[in-house]
């Protein structure tokens, strides 16, 4: 199966390359790969919260590092995007604590009230719901990450709100 390969704007701006060099000053001058998952954060963050193959090569040559040591490690985890992904992301936690409490219904019923599977982008690029790896809150079960936050205790009528929340843009993203 041939994958997907998504064409991106590579912008490394001067202040982009100054957050980069920041972090590589923490690591040994010979230890560059070192900062590799602050680097990938902070170029993602930059590039509409995803990593095209062109913009990991890059991060490879600013770490001077092999590409396939970036492509590792983006594939393996889920905090980082391979494709383009809605404004907002719903990214349900999957493991056995939130799937006791009904995490894989409200996945379904997510995916039905917007009419994507998972994994997926709705067509006006405003969501993508994902499932991920414990994200840790499991005395909040059934539970998501949006943006830098956590919604937890969620339930049908939480995740309603939620869209409608999103769509009037109320939900702030970021923590920063």
């Known amino acids: ?31 560059k790969k070192s900062a590799l998952l602050p680097v990938l954060h902070e170029v993602q963050d930059a590039h509409d919260n995803w990593l095209s193959y062109d913009l990991m090569d890059k991060v490879a040559e600013i770490l001077e590092i092999l590409p396939i040591e970036v492509y590792e490690v983006v594939t393996f985890y889920t905090m980082f995007n391979q ?3 809605g404004k907002y992301m719903f990214e349900f936690c999957q493991t056995s604590c939130c ?25 006006d690029g ?25 919604k937890e ?6 995740i309603d709100q939620l869209i409608e929340d999103c769509k009037a843009n109320k939900i702030i993203l970021h923590d920063k």
């Open 1 to 31: 199966m041939e994958h997907k390969r998504y064409k991106q704007e590579i912008n490394i701006t001067e202040s982009l390359m100054n957050r980069i060099n920041e972090l590589l000053s923490h690591y040994p001058a010979d230890k």
């Open 83 to 85: 494709k383009p992904i």
């Open 99 to 123: 799937c006791l409490n009904g995490a894989e219904n409200l996945m379904d019923y997510t995916s039905e009230k917007l009419g994507i599977k998972m994994g997926e982008t709705t067509a």
């Open 126 to 150: 405003m969501f993508t719901i994902a499932g991920v790896e414990c994200l840790g809150a499991c005395g909040y079960a059934p539970m998501m990450q949006l943006g830098d936050f956590y």
């Open 153 to 158: 205790h969620l339930n049908e009528e939480k």
